[in-house]
């Protein structure tokens, strides 16, 4: 039941060493986006990945990258360069099951959200454990596959809870605050959600992953609307997705959008409007979905995770779409 998530369909391809998708020549449409480096490879090295998948960026440009099946989180320098790691498997305090996310708090903070353990976990700015907080279950501060991470600027942590298909908030030691969206397809509700972000109002952009959709809400969990639907086979629509699974908003106002069923970055507008894409090409693996995540880094550039090839890509906007 908790692989339920489609992405996990890649995940148990790579942990059975089945595939590693291979990429080639990358579409870019005027106003989109452009392949400028690549960071990682395949292995459990400094600086190699074993199915990354959140990532984000902390106030000085340090990336941190969520190696879920090494077991451990990857700080990273603004060039791609290895710092440190921290965690390793097991289910004591500072280890990890399968780490999916992270969020750097605006003090430094580091929170990690364990799938398989049903837990968030906070560590210091050195990657020291401090505490954590959820167990299994549906009730308040409760966990069934906590998925994306997001801080705001007052500390409150949100959670993508993702089989409960809501978003939980909590205060900066793990303390719950209420609850946004509850399970089902109309406005306002959620169905398998996978990351959060932040418009420069501060109100949540999640990646209501299943319901094919964006949706925005006030950080007191009122729906501001949703952007985009499901895409159909054949049809192609630009503004359709299909499983967007993560999402990033830059300085500029930019919204980012890993539509990983459908192999591509989406660009938008804060009011929702499609701007442009990436698109993974020479795709010999077409049911792997990646990639899973984005981030906006500190000098614009944009951060993708892409899964299924173990390691992070790096685009530049073009100067239309800023």
């Known amino acids: 039941m908790r692989f339920h998530w489609l992405l996990a369909a890649a995940i148990l391809l790579l942990g059975a060493g089945l595939l590693i998708l291979v990429v080639g020549t990358n579409a870019c449409t005027p106003s989109g986006y452009q392949l ?18 959140g990532i984000d960026v902390d106030r000085e440009g340090f990336v941190y990258v969520a190696d879920s099946r090494n077991q451990r989180i990857q700080k990273l320098d603004p060039d791609g360069r290895f710092v440190m790691q921290f965690g390793e498997l097991g289910d004591e305090p500072g280890q990890f099951e399968k780490p999916v996310d992270v969020a750097v708090a605006p003090g430094g903070t ?27 279950g549906e009730g308040k501060g409760q966990f069934r596959a906590p998925a994306g991470l997001a801080v705001d600027k007052k500390d409150h942590v949100y959670v993508a809870d993702f089989y409960n298909a809501r978003i939980q908030v909590f205060d900066s030691k ?11 397809h109309g406005k306002g509700q959620l169905n398998y959600p996978t990351d959060i972000a932040f418009d420069g109002a501060g109100n949540l952009i999640v990646a209501d992953a299943y319901n094919h959709r964006l949706q925005r809400f006030t950080p007191e969990g009122k729906s501001l609307g949703t952007w985009g639907f499901r895409w159909k086979r054949f049809l192609g629509l630009s503004s359709a997705f299909h499983v967007p699974s993560g999402v990033a908003v830059d300085k500029g106002g930019n919204v980012h959008v890993a539509d990983s069923a459908n192999k591509r970055v989406s660009l938008l507008s804060l009011a929702g409007n499609y701007k442009g894409q990436w698109v993974l090409s020479d795709d010999r693996h077409p049911n792997v979905y990646s990639p899973t995540r984005v981030a906006a880094a500190l000098d614009g550039e944009i951060l993708v995770v892409d899964t299924s090839n173990n390691r992070i890509l790096l685009l530049h906007l073009g100067k239309q779409a800023r």
Do not use: C, H
């Not at 400028?36 to 998948?53: H, R």
């Not at 793990?174 to 089902?184: E, F, H, L, S």
């Open 36 to 53: 400028v480096a690549t960071w990682g490879e395949t292995g459990s090295g400094p600086g190699q990945f074993s199915e990354p998948m």
């Open 110 to 136: 580091i929170y990690v959200s364990d799938y398989d353990l049903d837990r968030v976990q906070a560590f210091s700015s050195s990657g020291q454990y401090l505490f954590s907080w959820g167990e299994s």
């Open 174 to 184: 793990g303390n719950w605050r209420g609850t946004i969206g509850a399970k089902g």
